[in-house]
């Protein structure tokens, strides 16, 4: 499903540059639920925002989905982006003013499904999500968990083939964290490709595979063996 | 262009971001509004302007003789100069193709009197075309004509006030005697005059009437030309000095005196007029343009801020899949559709309240203070493009960066 060959990326600060990938090599096959840990600098989000086709890379190779992924303009991106990819951010990243079932609709809208249907189809998500009677709420009406709850069903609404999720529990308690985690269990167990980054270890030890990142090198990708497949 | 759903994105956003809505909205409705404004009273002040020059005949000039100030060709200075009917006939001979109407006019003041009511009036002998001149335009009766001159015949014709200062109401004055400085003149009809009762207390008798009774000589006091309307200005004051030069030449006055003869000759504040009015033309331009680049400015700014304000929701669309094509399009018609509105309504505003304040305005001579409704529309057509240039520039950067610094924006 996603597969990085040797790849860098560095940023320009001034005249310098700052190598913040250095020669990742990492291969995610379909349906497998993987981790990315790492102390902050390590280059974690960065290798998820170039997965997520959020920002580019400067060498290397990126298949996703089998496709080499080159010379892509903004325009191809967004296409790409609404087809095959799911974001669920650490802030949520929810439109204030736009209602839950209105934020879910919004990638089928840019993906241009009808109004009625979108509304249909993001409603039976928001049940997904056990948020069916929050249909009406602008995010500011919502806790942290609903946020995310709502940012996940927003992610699978347009039913891609990979959800990346950059700290997901980074803004909740731990109660709220591990319904979060439930749900993105659930999803992987329906099949779903889950890219998920953070600094928690018991978080990343719900995964199928820990990805540890340091200094813009992978140091170790190991499975973990507590997690039975259905 | 647009489907449906395009339109629905915009009008929530215009809708649920009140305060940036109202803020783009007012920049463009506060400058159409004082532009609307400020060209009217521009416009109210040039008409007030035009108005005080249009009572009397513009194409008209006044030869008067008086007393030399300098010693010239071996007389001395202090000799009065008098005009005769001859030099009316000179004047003819020499001018008579840039000349319309030729009037003799001599005036002195006298006691009227009607049965027991008397009063001291204007008393002004003239030749009958004097009333293209004075735009006095008959109201009872007739003006004097060419047979009351060739008889010498004792007729009046007075002005309304006089009429109505010595008469009883209801009771027309044509057909009576009045008593004319001792003298019985019949009332042969009434005028009315544009230029208000002053001009209204005047009254005429034939020229020939006049210089029978009033000395037996043929001496005129003034000469008043009415030239021809197709001179143009430059030209009609060339006329008029070319004339006053010969005059000169004609009583041998010094060439360089300034009372020997003088002349006021219409023409010259006609372009008097033209300069006055052209100056505040150009103010009116001036505080138009002036009012425009401060709505254009603002409204540049306000884009510019609006977009900024929208970087992250921005990049929330990109990185669900909004191409940047998309984003553009959003914030232009977004754009567009706030800076038309409200266009719409600063006219709308404007000329209204254009048209409530203009009754209480005259008396700051701002008369019917009007403007063209293009002119409007085009200042606000030409907002709304500056509004979407403005916000193009800042939507277009925002929709090509990398979603990931829109994301991170705050």
């Given at each position: 499903m996603i597969k990085l060959e040797n790849l860098h990326k560095s940023y320009p600060i001034g005249k310098d540059s700052l190598h913040v990938l250095k020669g990742i090599n990492l291969h995610i096959k379909e349906g497998e639920f993987v981790s990315i840990m790492g102390?902050?600098?390590?280059?974690k989000s960065t290798l998820l925002n170039i997965v997520g086709l959020l920002d580019g890379h400067d060498k290397g190779e990126y298949y996703l989905n089998g496709k080499l992924i080159e010379n892509l303009d903004e325009k191809k991106a967004a296409i790409l982006r609404n087809k095959f990819l799911g974001f669920v951010f650490q802030s949520f990243?929810?439109?204030?003013?736009?209602?839950a079932l209105e934020n879910i609709a919004l990638p089928l809208y840019y993906k241009g499904i009808h109004r009625k249907e979108r509304q249909k189809i993001a409603m039976e998500y928001l049940e997904k999500v056990d948020l069916k009677d929050w249909a009406n709420h602008l995010p500011s009406e919502l806790s942290g968990g609903q946020k995310q709850r709502i940012a996940i069903a927003r992610a699978l609404v347009t039913q891609p083939k990979v959800v990346l999720a950059d700290?997901?529990?980074?803004?909740?308690d731990s109660t709220t964290s591990q319904s979060v985690m439930e749900l993105l269990k659930e999803i992987n167990n329906e099949g779903m490709t889950v890219f998920v980054i953070t600094h928690e270890e018991d978080i990343a030890a719900q995964t199928d595979r820990i990805v540890r990142l340091r200094d813009g090198i992978i140091t170790s990708d190991k499975k973990t063996k507590q997690r039975e497949k259905v | 262009m647009f489907d449906l759903d395009g339109w629905r994105e915009i009008f929530q956003s215009i809708g649920k971001n009140k305060l940036r809505t109202v803020l783009s909205g007012l920049t463009i409705t506060f400058a159409i509004l004082l532009f609307t404004i400020l060209l009217g009273m521009g416009n109210g002040l040039k008409n007030t302007f035009k108005s005080f020059f249009s009572r009397d005949a513009e194409n008209a000039m006044f030869i008067m003789p008086n007393r030399t100030t300098k010693a010239y060709r071996g007389y001395q200075s202090g000799r009065r100069i008098e005009f005769e009917n001859e030099d009316i006939d000179f004047i003819q001979k020499n001018y008579g193709d840039k000349i319309e109407h030729i009037i003799r006019r001599n005036q002195r003041q006298v006691d009227i009197s009607y049965n027991n009511k008397k009063s001291n009036y204007p008393l002004i002998a003239v030749d009958p075309e004097i009333q293209f001149l004075?735009?006095?335009?008959?109201?009872?009766g007739r003006f004097i004509n060419q047979l009351d001159l060739n008889k010498k015949s004792k007729v009046i014709v007075i002005g309304r006030m006089t009429k109505e200062d010595l008469f009883p109401k209801g009771i027309s004055a044509v057909g009576k005697y009045v008593n004319v400085g001792g003298l019985a003149y019949k009332v042969v009809g009434t005028f009315t005059d544009p230029g208000g009762d002053n001009e209204e207390r005047l009254n005429y008798i034939p020229i020939t009437t006049a210089q029978s009774i009033y000395g037996n000589n043929d001496k005129v006091d003034q000469i008043n030309i009415l030239y021809k309307?197709?001179?143009s200005t430059e030209q009609a004051i060339a006329f008029g000095n070319g004339l006053v030069k010969d005059l000169k030449d004609r009583y041998d006055v010094?060439?360089?005196?300034?009372?020997?003869i003088r002349i006021t000759n219409r023409a010259e504040v006609v372009q008097g007029t033209k300069q006055t009015s052209g100056a505040l033309d150009m103010i009116v331009i001036i505080i138009s343009i002036g009012t425009l680049i401060a709505g254009i400015v603002g409204i540049s700014n306000i884009m510019i801020y609006i977009v900024k304000e929208r970087t992250k929701e921005l990049g929330i669309r990109k990185a669900l899949g909004a191409t940047p094509k998309s984003i553009i399009k959003m914030i232009m018609f977004e754009a567009l559709f706030i800076t038309s509105i409200a266009g719409y309504l600063g006219l709308v505003i404007g000329t209204g309240v254009l048209r409530i304040i203009a009754p209480g305005l005259e008396e700051y001579f701002i008369k019917d203070p009007q403007v063209d409704s293009g002119i409007v529309i085009f200042a606000t057509i030409l907002l709304i493009i500056s509004g979407i240039i403005a916000g193009y520039l800042p939507a277009r950067r925002a929709a090509k960066i990398k979603p990931i610094v829109a994301l991170n924006d705050e």
């Open positions: 102390s902050s600098g390590s280059g990243n929810l439109i204030s003013y736009k209602t700290e997901p529990t980074g803004a909740l | 004075e735009m006095a335009v008959p109201f009872e309307s197709d001179l010094a060439p360089r005196d300034q009372r020997g």
